[in-house]
């Protein structure tokens, strides 16, 4: 059984290097492997072969807090949550620039203003557009924002008015799953957002949250989806439960269930960055196997209502996983 699965790992992996897209149920039958070392391993090479052994340094600001009329079940900013966290409306000028201009001098090269909320106003979208134009005065890190199912209007005002190159939208999790966790908007308005930003001549950057309670079936539902929709930046979260929201008590994945998943998002998005982003402070201890399973890029610091790892711990990880930091150029 072993040499089979090892003999199988490295047919498909061969197959991705030569461009070809493997099937729903290669995948799958894949994630049951019990050469997990081999299949990670085989992760790694395909990572090294599409986009080098570069590792994306990337940051956010939380620009507008809390108070959110959705009812995301993971989610501390929803007003369903019962979580202790700050609640602002739109972050002063000074902190936000402050922020983006502090981590780019420490090695990030892409920033990120992040709102609560379905979606922001004009009036808000004026004031977040003020900031990106002092960020940009200031500094080279390249912008991108995370604002919800706005319109494509609005997002043709990021790219040309706030010099934003990418947006993100997260689908979170798979089609299939989408109604358990989220009730007041759907997965196929986030794939319309998705198109929109795409449309308007904006990178997008997806990705998913996953120890939700979905499958792993599920969890390669989300990376075709990925796939389908060219998402060439996909952060990969892992669920870090927020007492007070509704998913406080699920339990957390196993640290091999978490690596196979990365690989097999690998696997199905071989040129993709697959981006480690939030729940990471409770992976600290395997973050190397993490990055020699496929990753290439970091959301690093602080995010939302959570806190991070700091940059220079990041670095130092990737420094001694015998990678390197992508210096912009």
């Known amino acids: 059984m072993g040499f089979f699965t090892v003999f199988m790992i490295e047919i498909l992996k061969k197959r991705v290097l030569n461009g070809e897209e493997l099937t729903f149920n290669e995948v799958l039958e894949l ?17 090294d072969f599409f986009l080098g052994d570069i590792i994306e340094l990337c940051s956010i600001t939380n620009a507008k807090s809390g108070n959110c009329l959705q009812d995301c079940k993971w989610c501390s900013q929803s007003v369903y949550s019962k979580s202790n966290i700050d609640y602002y409306e739109i972050i002063k000028d000074e902190d936000a620039v402050n922020d983006a201009i502090v981590n780019s001098s420490q090695g990030v090269n892409r920033h990120s203003l992040v709102t609560s909320g379905r979606s922001v106003d004009n009036n808000s979208l004026n004031k977040l557009i003020s900031i990106y134009k002092q960020i940009s005065k200031k500094s080279s890190v390249k912008l991108c924002a995370s604002m919800g199912l706005v319109t494509k209007a609005q997002l043709s005002r990021l790219k040309n008015e706030a010099n934003v190159s990418c947006y993100h939208c997260n689908i979170e999790t798979a089609p299939s799953y989408f109604s358990e966790l989220v009730s007041k908007h759907t997965i196929e308005e ?15 950057c997806s990705g998913v949250i996953i120890g939700m309670g979905e499958t792993m079936s599920q969890r390669i539902e989300m990376a075709f989806l990925l796939r389908r929709l060219n998402i ?7 669920l870090q439960p927020i007492k007070g929201t509704a998913l406080e008590n699920m339990p957390p994945l196993s640290e091999e269930e978490i690596i196979t998943s990365i690989a097999l998002f690998r696997f199905v998005l071989p040129s993709a960055n697959l981006r480690l982003a939030g729940g990471r402070v409770q992976t600290k201890n395997f973050q190397h196997r993490m990055l020699k399973a496929g990753i290439s890029a970091l959301l690093t610091g602080n995010y939302l209502t959570s806190t991070g790892l700091t940059i220079n711990e990041d670095i130092e990880i990737i420094t001694n996983a015998g990678l390197k930091i992508d210096n912009g150029n």
């Open 31 to 47: 994630s049951s492997t019990l050469d997990k070392e081999d299949l990670y391993s085989a992760a790694n090479l395909i990572r």
């Open 190 to 204: 986030k794939i319309y957002t998705i198109k929109c930003a795409q449309e308007v001549g904006l990178k997008v």
């Open 232 to 238: 060439t930046s996909v952060p990969i979260n892992i």
